[in-house]
């Protein structure tokens, strides 16, 4: 199964799935600047950005494990 894994994220990703990854990888990275601020804030803005980034990351790991063509 781990082989298999290796070969998936290997191949090609559709043109759909690489705009998904990116936006996944823009939401984790955005999530983890608000995360590591130097400034206290809000409770609730604390909170949101630790679910963008768990978003932006099962974002990004789904779609790069999309390949194109069929078995």
Do not use: C, D, H, W
Not at 46 to 51: N, Q
């Amino acid at each position: 199964m781990i082989k298999t894994l290796v070969e998936r994220t290997k191949k090609p990703t559709p043109k759909f799935f690489r705009v998904i990854r990116n936006i996944g990888l823009t939401l984790a990275s955005i999530s983890g600047v608000v995360l590591t601020a130097p400034i206290s804030l809000p409770a609730g803005v604390v909170a949101v950005a630790g679910y963008l980034a768990v978003t932006g990351g099962v974002m990004g790991a789904i779609s790069q494990m999309t390949v194109e063509g069929g078995e």
